[in-house]
């Protein structure tokens, strides 16, 4: 049975904890503003590319390019992840890790050498641990960051890809649905797709464009484009991801300490009305036995 | 003649929106200008300055590399970055 005074300590660590959460949980709605912010405001670029290059896909009717282009036989596969630096955000970077070990069992079946790629401390120590080399693994990257590592890891990747290291290239991360729903999703970056259906509807004139240069050159420009503005995307959307689940987690968290405080405080008095009532009765009967 | 509309975007976020009469862009193959009624026209862009002239007088923007989308009413520019020149 534990004593009043152990009730009263714990009362008392457990308010700590309820404001260090109760704090994290402020901290991370002011970040994830901000998070929330410069990812809307990148969607603008990201949507005109888009449809951009659908018009110029569909214009230039079936071209031939190598970053397009299927590889016949897929034997070497990349999985990038993208997970955040830091946990306390609930399921946000388990629920993504394990989903991608299980992609890359399932590659690994098919007979695929799968090398993998690590954005962030979480998913770095994830496939540390089960044997996958980090050489590459970046951790520590702040917004500011994100354009010129989009750029920087595009350029590898083109590279990469038309070297022949990898023939496909899927990118791991969770999609920033809403506060309370991040999904994780898996993208295949290389070779790219472009979906050319529902493209013509939404053009109109789209066969009088005037192409400066030609078609397929102009494609060509667009291509890495296109590819930096998908892996941009995937850094912005994890981070405002990352905010929001930890944001819901320390929610959690501080209501799950009230509770706690509020069961303990109940305890607390009722200990402390026994302890009271004992006394009096000692009183009591001491005095009648006089 | 109605007047263009145009807008710079770069990825961080739209980096000018407005009304023009006139814009001159650094095309790859060359400086271009596209005036209001402009035949659909898509190209790629070199890093360089762009020059927007609105009602309020002539805008010029320093932009990287990108590419620009221009209808008859309107001009697009999608560059990687934008900075206006006062």
């Known amino acids: 049975m534990a004593t009043l005074r152990d009730i009263r300590t714990r009362i008392a660590s457990v308010k700590n904890t309820r404001q260090i959460t109760s704090a994290m949980k402020m901290v991370s709605a002011a970040k994830l503003r901000r998070a929330t912010e410069s990812a809307t405001s990148a969607r603008p670029y990201q949507q005109t590319l888009t449809q951009t290059l659908r018009r110029v896909a569909a214009g230039a009717g079936e071209v031939e390019h190598p970053l397009l ?67 590459t693994a970046r951790t520590d990257l ?31 991360f969770n999609q920033f649905k ?73 929610d959690n968290a501080t209501r799950n300490a009230s509770d706690l405080i509020s069961a303990l405080t109940l305890e607390y008095n009722r200990g402390r009305q026994a302890a009271i009532t004992k006394e009096l009765i000692e009183i009591v009967s001491g005095a009648e036995a006089l | 003649m109605s007047d ?27 400086e271009f200008g596209v005036l209001p009624r402009h035949i659909p026209f898509l190209t790629v862009l070199q890093p360089g300055i762009v020059k927007v002239r609105g009602p309020s007088g002539v805008l010029r923007f320093q932009v990287g590399a990108g590419f620009a989308e221009a ?16």
């Open chain 2, 4 to 30: 263009l509309h145009v807008e710079i975007v770069t990825p961080r976020k739209v980096a000018w929106k407005g009304t023009a009469t006139d814009v001159q862009a650094p095309g790859e193959l060359g």
């Open chain 1, 178 to 250: 809403s506060t309370l729903n991040q999904i994780p999703t898996f993208n295949r970056v290389l070779p790219l797709s472009i979906e050319t259906a529902g493209a013509v509807e939404n053009t109109g004139p789209s066969a009088d464009y005037v192409y400066e240069p030609s078609g397929e050159t102009l494609l060509g420009a667009l291509l890495p484009m296109y590819l930096r503005t998908l892996l941009l995307q995937s850094f912005l959307e994890t981070e405002a991801g990352e905010q929001a689940a930890r944001m819901t987690a320390m």
């Open chain 1, 69 to 135: 282009t299927s590889r016949d036989v897929v034997k070497n596969v990349l999985v990038i992840v993208v997970t955040s630096d830091r946990g306390l955000c609930g399921g946000f970077n388990g629920t993504l890790n394990r989903r991608t070990e299980d992609f890359v069992k399932k590659h690994r079946a098919e007979g695929h050498v799968v090398t993998m790629r690590t954005y962030g401390r979480k998913s770095k120590d994830f496939f540390k641990s089960r044997g996958f080399s980090t050489a």
């Open chain 2, 71 to 86: 209808g008859p009413d309107r001009v697009v520019l999608l560059v990687d970055s934008c900075d206006e020149i006062k």
């Open chain 1, 142 to 172: 702040v917004r500011a960051m994100f354009a010129d590592e989009s750029a920087a890891l595009a350029a590898t990747l083109t590279a990469d890809f038309e070297a022949g290291v990898f023939d496909e290239a899927w990118i791991a």
